[in-house]
Antibody, heavy 117, light 106 residues
């Protein structure tokens, strides 16, 4: 069955770079697109960006200058890198999958990232 | 970016009551709207897509409606397991979400 699982450091220092991994199973990255969505504690959801089945990427315009999403199809992994982290980037980061249209059928459990010194 | 305005931000209702949550888009999104339910400590779960289509396994007491810029989620006969936060999301363009509605029992 479809599964997505995020992993990465729980704590990142301000101005440093965040690196997260989404490991997927039950589907192919070359046939499906994976997105990142984040949620600050107690707040709403924000689309971060996506890597499409063909390998191209799109990013939230507010984060674009700090963000990179890539993948390793042989390992069924998608990577998120965000630099110049600030406290406002503290959030749960989810990887998600859409199968038909751009709504999200499947979600990972999320990984909490805290930006603090 | 398309802005999604969701109301109310919080809602208190009794068991068995009917509840309605509204979502307004800053421009026409042509029914490209989804609703999610998120229980504390869990990931969001898809409830409704295409404004009014029920996702697999979602109870029929949930329904969605609307068109253009105005959409709503209705929960008939509220159950205790419906206590959660609810979010709308448009996908007519790059995805954006409403601010959420926290539903509690009265």
């Amino acid at each position: 069955q479809v599964q997505l699982k995020e992993s990465g450091p729980g704590l990142v220092q301000p101005s440093q770079t965040l690196s997260l991994t989404c490991t997927v199973s039950g589907f192919s990255l070359t046939s499906n697109s994976v997105h990142w969505v984040r949620q600050p504690p107690g707040k709403g959801l924000e689309w971060v960006g996506a890597i499409w089945s063909g390998g191209s990427t799109d990013y939230n315009s507010a984060l674009k200058s700090r963000l990179s999403i890539s993948r390793d199809t042989s390992k069924s992994q998608v990577f998120l890198k965000m630099n110049s982290l600030q406290t406002e980037d503290t959030a749960i980061y989810f990887c998600t999958l859409h199968t038909v249209a751009l709504y999200f059928d499947y979600w990972g459990q999320g990984v909490m990232v805290t930006v603090s010194s | 970016d398309i802005q999604m305005t969701q109301s109310p931000a919080s809602l208190s209702a009794s068991l068995g009551e009917t509840v309605t949550i509204e979502c307004r888009a800053s421009e026409d999104i042509y029914s490209n709207l989804a609703w999610y339910q998120q229980k504390p400590g869990n990931s969001p779960q898809l409830l409704i897509y295409d404004a009014n289509s029920l996702a697999d396994g979602v109870p029929s007491r949930f329904s969605g409606s609307g068109s253009g810029t105005q959409y709503s989620l209705k929960i008939n006969s509220l159950q205790s397991e419906d206590v959660a936060s609810y979010f709308c999301q448009q996908y007519n363009n790059y995805p954006t979400f409403g601010g959420g509605t926290k539903l509690e029992l009265k």
